[in-house]
């Protein structure tokens, strides 16, 4: 399957969507196959010669690689929340700004006409 970067993309943002549906896998061979591959490449020990504590350490990051990935895609979910939220919030706020500079130059503007006949009618008497 061929992948072009969209314009205005980086290549590592490209690799992310790429792999992003590639999940570690939950059942009992998988998590077995990782633990013997951070035994192997984490700690760099070999998979026939490792004591408890090694195996506690391969196991502990076998699962933290799992918390991870559900992590961040919590946290990507509630950023593209807030961003819209806040977006949509952004927005409105610009709008009621926008009436209250209206309404706020309007209202200046009669206030300085009414000042400025009061200062005229003041001038003449």
């Known amino acids: 399957m061929q992948h072009t970067v969209p314009a205005g993309r980086s290549r590592a ?10 999940y570690k896998k939950n059942d009992v061979l998988s998590i077995q196959e990782n633990i013997v591959s951070h ?10 010669r490792f ?4 195996c506690y350490q391969a196991t502990a990051l076998s699962l933290r ?20 939220s806040a977006h949509a919030h952004t927005r ?8 209250a500079h209206t309404f706020t130059s309007t209202t200046c503007m009669h206030k300085r ?7 005229s009618q003041a001038g003449d008497g």
């Open 13 to 22: 943002l490209l690799l992310c969507h790429v792999h992003a549906d590639t």
């Open 39 to 48: 035994i192997e490449y984490t700690m760099a020990r070999s998979r026939y």
């Open 51 to 54: 004591d408890d504590f090694e």
């Open 65 to 84: 690689d799992r918390l991870v990935e559900q992590w961040n895609d919590t946290q990507t979910h509630f950023k593209w929340v807030l961003d819209a």
């Open 92 to 99: 409105t706020r610009s709008c009621s700004q926008a009436h």
């Open 113 to 119: 006409k009414r000042a400025g006949g009061a200062l």
